[in-house]
């Protein structure tokens, strides 16, 4: 049953001959098919990720391949759902760079001027605070769902701040209040309905943090970060933003009266000297 004994057909201008003096058949093993990405050669290992985050378990990894030895020309790569992620990621960070100019541009556009929403945003960095709070609690990963939730807190954590800023501004316009007194009536009574709407935006998400039902866990890191950030922006807006507000309305107050000032002393100077009359020495 040797291959290489088996004659081949005579066929004419052909002499007879065994396959075994042309060729040699040895066995060796080989893949069962050869993959290739942009025209070179790839070999695809598998795994699964159990009992730990994403990108704890790809920074172990790449730490261990690391310290092989490569030949020359050869690369080794993680793909799959972590290079998925890391797009998915760059893309959500364009949109929140987006969302944070958009929001920018509405307050400007609704308050006329351009320090007031400068002030309002501070409240979005400082919601990063209950974020990595309740992510850390709660043992949840930063994932993009997690990712979303920050898109949503840009538009959220503000309200409560343009609430409290468009009352101080209406009360010193209307009432004629100075800037101190203006934040202290508005802390007062802006108190409640701040309070009010963030609690029932609070209790609105637990149900889905809590990841009750088929699914939930999916969505709750959104839920845990939405939460986290709209009660520490909530103390953030109630205390930060209307001491920083004075401060900077103060500021540009006391900016103002020095250039009004100089203004008034420059004028005398620079008006043109009275003219006296002139007697007729003939007279």
Request: no cysteine.
């Given at each position: 049953n040797d291959p290489t004994s088996t004659k081949p057909p005579h066929s004419r201008g052909f002499a007879r001959g065994s396959l075994k003096n042309l060729v040699r058949l040895e066995e060796r093993r080989g893949p069962m098919s050869i993959q290739r990405l942009n025209q070179e050669r790839v070999v695809s290992i598998s795994g699964e990720v159990s009992g730990r985050d994403m990108a704890g378990a790809v920074a172990d990894l790449q730490a261990a391949l690391g310290q092989i030895?490569?030949?020359?020309?050869?690369?080794?790569?993680?793909?799959?759902?972590?290079?998925?992620?890391?797009?998915?990621?760059?893309?959500?960070?364009?949109?929140?760079?987006?969302?944070?100019?958009?929001?920018?541009?509405?307050?400007?556009?609704?308050?006329?001027?351009?320090?007031?929403?400068?002030?309002?945003?501070?409240?979005?960095?400082?919601?990063?605070?209950?974020?990595?709070?309740?992510?850390?609690?709660?043992?949840?990963?930063?994932?993009?769902?997690?990712?979303?939730?920050?898109?949503?807190?840009?538009?959220?954590?503000?309200?409560?701040?343009?609430?409290?800023?468009?009352?101080?501004?209406?009360?010193?316009?209307?009432?004629?209040?100075?800037?101190?007194?203006?934040?202290?009536?508005?802390?007062?009574?802006?108190?409640?309905?701040?309070?009010?709407?963030?609690?029932?935006?609070?209790?609105?998400?637990?149900?889905?943090?809590?990841?009750?039902?088929?699914?939930?866990?999916?969505?709750?890191?959104?839920?845990?970060?939405?939460?986290?950030?709209?009660?520490?922006s909530m103390l953030v807006t109630l205390v930060l933003i209307p001491v920083l507000y004075a401060t900077v309305r103060e500021r540009a107050w006391r900016k103002s009266e020095a250039r009004e000032a100089g203004d008034a002393t420059v004028a005398p100077a620079t008006a043109p000297p009275a003219t006296a009359p002139v007697h007729d020495s003939t007279e």
């Open positions: 030895p490569l030949p020359q020309g050869m690369v080794i790569q993680v793909s799959g759902d972590f290079e998925e992620q890391q797009k998915a990621f760059g893309e959500l960070r364009i949109g929140l760079l987006l969302a944070l100019i958009m929001v920018y541009m509405v307050m400007a556009g609704q308050f006329e001027r351009l320090i007031d929403p400068f002030v309002i945003m501070f409240a979005v960095p400082f919601a990063a605070i209950g974020v990595l709070a309740s992510l850390h609690v709660t043992g949840t990963t930063f994932n993009i769902n997690s990712y979303i939730g920050i898109i949503l807190l840009v538009g959220i954590v503000v309200n409560n701040a343009i609430v409290l800023v468009d009352y101080i501004n209406l009360k010193m316009r209307e009432e004629r209040l100075s800037v101190v007194d203006a934040v202290v009536l508005a802390g007062r009574t802006r108190l409640r309905p701040i309070l009010m709407t963030t609690l029932t935006t609070v209790l609105a998400l637990v149900p889905l943090a809590l990841a009750w039902g088929e699914g939930g866990e999916i969505q709750a890191p959104m839920a845990r970060v939405v939460i986290g950030g709209l009660i520490t």
